[in-house]
């Protein structure tokens, strides 16, 4: 029995034979131990090598959920539209009404500075509307000089009117007190009441706009006789009153 069990000891190349098989066998066992335990991967990897999980896009979604994702945010819109138009408007509106405002207040400057410079000129064109009616100059040298300040006060006439400004005529018209300024009344027997019988100073208007209120005398229409009507001051009497 001993020379059966010894009988290849002696031989090198088959105890190296039994040395490899027994190498190869402990190098793999690791391997299928492990492939016993590993569980299938359902995702396919990616670029890197690991799994990645699958997103649903936007055309696998139920459409009647997309849909009424999509009416949603088409209404949201819209109000984000309306909201954003009524803004506008209203500022559009607002920016309107100031460049409105600020045009009337210019204008409103503008004329307020041309009537206190006119109301300062006027008085010398009185001036020479007096020196026109009460001056009747004879001599040759007079009338030279009565010529050229007409030409003047003509010339000043001129500006004015070029400016807008016109002359009242008042004598005869209703009294009106945003045009008038009644500064006497006396009775009248050729005007009604409340009629301009003379002017005493004339006023003047800017493009329809008041520049100077004209000083006038008012009627107070045929008073009784032998009173004095109103408590006013009494008046001339009639021309044949006089006569008796």
Do not use: W
Not at 131 to 154: D, F, I
Not at 173 to 199: G, K, N, Y
Request: some cysteine.
């Amino acid at each position: 029995m001993s020379g059966d069990t010894f009988a290849g000891s002696g031989d090198p190349q088959a105890l190296d034979q039994v040395a490899g098989q027994d190498d190869a066998a402990a190098d793999t066992a690791p391997l299928e131990a492990a492939a016993e335990h590993t569980q299938p991967i359902d995702a396919p990897p990616d670029a890197s090598g690991f799994a990645t999980e699958q997103v649903a896009t936007p055309e696998q979604q139920d459409p009647a959920a997309r849909a009424a994702q999509l009416e949603q945010e088409l209404a949201a819109l819209k109000d984000q539209h309306e909201n954003l138009n009524s803004q506008y408007m209203r500022l559009a509106a607002d920016f309107d009404n100031f460049r409105k405002r600020q045009s009337r207040d210019l204008e409103d400057q503008r004329l307020q500075i041309t009537c206190t410079t006119l109301s300062e000129i006027l008085p010398v064109v009185d001036n020479f509307d007096r020196a026109r009616q009460q001056l009747n100059p004879q001599h040759e040298e007079a009338q030279t000089l009565h010529r050229s300040y007409q030409g003047l006060y003509k010339q000043l006439v001129e500006v004015f009117k070029q400016l807008g400004v016109s002359p009242m005529r008042v004598e005869g018209e209703p009294f009106d007190p945003t045009l008038h300024e009644a500064v006497m009344r006396e009775p009248s027997e050729q005007h009604p009441e409340d009629v301009v019988i003379e002017e005493l100073q004339r006023g003047y208007q800017l493009n329809g706009r008041v520049l100077r209120h004209a000083l006038v005398k008012v009627s107070m229409g045929p008073g009784p006789a032998g009173s004095s009507p109103m408590g006013a001051e009494p008046a001339e009497p009639p021309a044949q009153e006089q006569g008796g």
